[in-house]
């Protein structure tokens, strides 16, 4: 005798059951960056030390804003059954967020080399915290899109086969919007 | 995303970018020459605006509508019992 098969089994109901629980996972990780966000007022108020290198900022907010555009395309192209397409994207977009992290790297060589960003200064403390859990979701992003690529690379796509690359595209776009707010957050407020 | 030509949809990720390339690139401007609650003030409206255009257009946040409804159609239709 087969168990009882509900109506959540078919395939419809299983994307909509994956794209809810996901949803609910990114707005709960949401709350976890509002409140690292907020804490950087209380800790150091509005300002910026001049120690911080706007251009790196810069270059790293066009880098991840890049990543999110080959991610969605990649997005697109299982969906819409583009093999090459959807390949090629996540391979851009792995390429693009091992730069980004290579560059905070050198962010945080930087911010060692002055004594007002240290780790145990109260800025110092902000900046390595807040870049410290968005790279964390940035490599499990990039652990996400190498499985992701290994497993679809040759297997079905196409609509009703794409929860895999979609799901970690949701995640890619959750670090994308992380950083929207923590680029100004971090780089730009100086009242 | 399903009713949208692939052309359409890379037409919108094209669209998106450079909005958002744009909106940085402001930022970064007002960031440099307004100072107070003002920046504070225009730094957070461009960051909403960035976000918004991510969830919208990359993220596709309309899709949970369609989702919370297929769920509750789950709930509502009994399920079929298979022998």
Do not use: C
């Amino acid at each position: 005798m087969t168990a009882h098969v509900s109506n959540a089994t078919n395939k419809l109901q299983e994307l909509a059951l994956n794209r809810f629980g996901l949803w609910l996972f990114l707005v709960s990780d949401v709350s976890f960056f509002v409140a690292l966000l907020s804490s950087r007022f209380f800790v150091y108020g509005g300002a910026t030390p001049e120690e911080i290198n706007q251009y790196l900022g810069l270059g790293l907010t066009i880098l991840l804003l890049l990543s999110s555009l080959t991610a969605y395309r990649a997005e697109v192209g299982a969906e819409r059954n583009n093999r090459t397409m959807m390949n090629r994207n996540l391979l851009l977009t792995i390429l693009m967020g091992t730069l980004f992290i290579v560059g905070v790297g050198f962010e945080w060589k930087i911010a060692l080399s002055h004594e007002v960003t240290w780790p145990s200064k109260p800025y110092g403390t902000i900046l390595f915290t807040l870049t410290g859990v968005h790279a964390t979701h940035v490599v499990t992003g990039l652990i996400a899109f190498t499985v992701v690529f290994f497993k679809k690379r040759k297997a079905d796509i196409g609509e009703g086969n794409s929860w895999a690359v979609e799901g970690a595209v949701k995640w890619w776009h959750l670090v994308d919007l992380a950083w929207v707010f923590i680029y100004p957050t971090l780089y730009l407020v100086n009242s | 995303m399903s009713t949208q030509s692939i052309g359409q949809l890379l037409r919108v990720g094209w669209v998106v970018i450079i909005a958002l390339f744009i909106l940085t690139i402001i930022e970064f401007v007002a960031a440099i020459g307004l100072s107070g609650i003002l920046q504070l003030a225009v730094l957070s409206i461009l960051a909403v605006i960035k976000g918004t255009l991510i969830v919208q257009y990359f993220m596709h946040v309309g899709q949970i509508r369609k989702s919370i409804t297929d769920l509750w159609w789950g709930i509502l239709v009994p399920s079929e019992v298979e022998e």
